[in-house]
Every structure is written in C-alpha cells, then in structure tokens.
C-alpha cells in the first residue's frame, strides 16, 4: 500500500462544478500537508498548504482530518484552467526534508 | 533568479550506461530532493539532503547515488542505466520547516533507456 493515496482519476466535470478530491495517509507522524497542481508535462507547482483547522483561497477549499488521516481539496465553480493533475503530499517530518507524493487525480474540466 | 535549473532536459542511453543529471539552484535553500515520475505513479522521491555534506534515501534509491558537496548544487548519478530508469526527473528545493515552506521544483529531465 502507497503512503499516500488519492481517488482514481481522471474527473470530468462541467464548468461551474463543484468537485472534491480525497486523499489519505498511512503515516501518523506526519507533520504537515499539502495540494500541488501539476499541468501535463510540466513541473509540479504549490497550489496550497493545508493547515489543521482548515483553510480557504479563494474557489479552493483544504480540510484535514488528523484522526482519520485525511486530506480533501474542494474546488468549487471550476474553470477550464483547474485542468490538471491534482498530487496530495505529505511531509514525513517536522522540517521538510521528506515530501511524499499521492500518485494524483486528473481533473479535466469540460465548458 | 533562475529557481532550479535542470540539465539536460532529455537524454537517451543505453542499457549499461552511466551518466549524471545536474541540479542547481540559487534561492540558497537548505534541502533539496530527487523524483522521478511515471505514468500513474505520482512523483517517487528518490534521495534527499538536508544540507550540504548530508543526503539520505528516500522511496526509490537503488541505482542512483546522491552527493551534496554544496548548497547549490545536487547532481544524480545513474550508475548502469536501465530501461527501469526511463523516467521524468524531477529536481526540487525548499527551505527547512512546515507547511508554509514551498517546493521548488525544476523543469524536468525527460530520460530514456534503450
């Protein structure tokens, strides 16, 4: 079993959709987490930190869930521009050194 | 500021083959990691340093050794390449502590093994 795993792909959604990503970890001593948006072919970008209460940029909404060691994204009123892989990474360690990575969600957003 | 630079952006080898993936990156960042990445499988880490002097293994690290003998930079060294080894390679940096420190990552090094 990976450490960290995400829902299969791809989700194929209609613009102005509301769609959520899922993700868990098998690891309880991990220390902080993360959403990063990969576009094909390109290098993996931070789309947000998650922190424990929860947080909000704009349309993107991260929740964790410590207890059941749980991570979502929600992306609400999605644009043609949300198209991407979605990859879910947990940090092993207090301080950085070890980022592991889900293996990601395609979202392909239809108009 | 370039980021993190990676060189050369592809390559193809053959079997038996050794080479070497450079990373650089000039943002003065203390850890710096190796990934690969294949289809359906996320990003792998392979090794990883913590600062110069000191690198570790991460998920993947057979067939590839690591040295950190500066800050800047973290080259990857493919001993005998194998058709395994065709890959994405991913080079990144960060600063050390938690969620509010970003990974960098470089374009990419597209590798193929014949």
């Known amino acids: 079993r990976k450490e960290v795993e995400q829902d299969p792909g791809p989700f194929n959604v209609p613009e102005g959709a509301t769609v959520a990503f899922n993700c868990t970890y098998s690891?309880?001593?991990?220390?902080?987490f993360f959403w990063y948006r990969q576009d094909c072919r390109k290098e993996p970008k931070l789309l947000m930190s998650?922190?424990?209460s929860g947080n909000e940029d704009g349309r993107f909404t991260a929740q964790l869930n410590r207890a059941s060691q749980y991570i979502s994204l929600l992306i609400r009123d999605s644009k043609l521009s949300d198209s991407a892989t979605y990859l879910c990474?947990?940090?092993?360690?207090?301080?950085?050194?070890?980022?592991?990575f889900g293996q990601g969600t395609e979202l392909s957003v239809k108009p | 500021n370039a980021g993190v630079t990676q060189t050369p952006k592809f390559q193809v080898l053959k079997t038996g083959q050794s080479m070497t993936l450079q990373c650089a990156q000039d943002?003065?960042?203390?850890?710096m990691s190796w990934y690969r990445q294949d289809p359906g499988m996320g990003l792998r880490l392979i090794h990883y340093?913590?600062?110069?002097?000191?690198?570790d293994q991460g998920e993947v690290p057979n067939g590839y050794n690591v040295s950190r003998s500066t800050t800047e930079d973290f080259p990857l060294r493919l001993l005998s390449a194998a058709p395994s080894q065709t890959s994405v390679y991913f080079c990144?940096?960060?600063?050390?502590?938690?969620?509010?420190?970003?990974?960098?990552f470089g374009p990419g090094t597209r590798l193929t093994v014949t």
């Open positions: 990144a940096s960060r600063q050390p502590g938690g969620e509010t420190y970003e990974q960098y």
């Open positions: 690891n309880s001593a991990s220390q902080s």
């Open positions: 998650v922190y424990s």
């Open positions: 990474v947990v940090n092993r360690d207090n301080q950085g050194g070890k980022l592991i």
């Open positions: 943002m003065n960042h203390e850890y």
């Open positions: 340093s913590v600062g110069a002097g000191i690198t």
